[in-house]
T-cell receptor, first 108, second 113 residues
Framework: AQRVTQPEKLLSVFKGAPVELKCNYS??????LFWYVQYSRQRLQLLLR??SRESIKGFTADLNKGETSFHLKKPFAQEEDSAMYYC??????????FGKGTRLHILP | EAEVAQSPRYKITEKSQAVAFWCDPI?????LYWYRQILGQGPELLVQ????????DSQLPKDRFSAERLKGVDSTLKIQPAELGDSAMYLC???????????FGQGTRLTVV
């Protein structure tokens, strides 16, 4: 069965420090992976997807098939990065499955 | 900028009553999703439509939940009768095709008392 695990419910990081939000998945095929973000009082929105290999708002995520991970990283945290982050996966013809989310709190 | 519209934003209902939520996806989006999000957890898919057809409703409690998208545009999710455990945020999302980027609505927060 497909599963997405985000081991940290809350991550507190000082402004300017590096950020890494962990995501591990279980799936036997070739999944497509996403990171979604929800800022305070805003709707859930796509941050990035692994196939585009983009850097969005300074965030990057690399798919590691060997470790079945898709960790989200940013070298220098900013206060506006405080939000709820969800890792999600799908295979092309199947539903999108979300992890439980990690709340990122940037400390001043 | 086009957005997914949901109504109502908040709903309080007594257990055993019926409740309905409405979603209007982004124009042209063939795929529509209903998710339930319990506090502290990620969104859980309830039902997925491709145009007017149900693609996946394996997680929909069919004894009390129903969903329709009659003309392949807007959609309604109904709960009858509501139970205390149904209290959650109900999110609607749409995408151009199956499992491409999903655009979410603001959600309907349901409280069953």
């Amino acid at each position: 069965a497909q599963r997405v695990t985000q081991p940290e419910k809350l991550l507190s990081v000082f402004k300017g420090a590096p950020v890494e939000l962990k995501c591990n998945y279980s799936y036997s095929g070739s999944p497509e992976l996403f990171w979604y973000v929800q800022y305070s009082r805003q709707r859930l929105q796509l941050l990035l997807r692994h196939i585009s290999r983009e850097s969005i708002k300074g965030f990057t995520a690399d798919l590691n098939k060997g470790e079945t991970s898709f960790h989200l990283k940013k070298p220098f945290a900013q206060e506006e990065d405080s939000a709820m982050y969800y890792c999600a996966l799908t295979r092309g013809d199947d539903k999108i499955i979300f992890g439980k989310g990690t709340r990122l709190h940037i400390l001043p | 900028e086009a957005e997914v519209a949901q109504s109502p934003r908040y709903k309080i209902t007594e257990k055993s009553q019926a409740v309905a939520f409405w979603c209007d996806p982004i124009s042209g989006h063939a795929t529509l999703y209903w998710y339930r999000q319990i506090l502290g957890q990620g969104p859980e898919l309830l039902v997925q439509f491709q145009d007017e057809s149900v693609v996946d409703d394996s997680q929909l409690p069919k004894d009390r939940f129903s969903a329709e998208r009659l003309k392949g545009v807007d959609s309604t999710l109904k709960i009858q009768p509501a139970e205390l455990g149904d209290s959650a945020m109900y999110l609607c999302a749409s995408s151009l095709q199956l499992n491409t980027e999903a655009f979410f609505g603001q959600g309907t927060r349901l409280t069953v008392v």
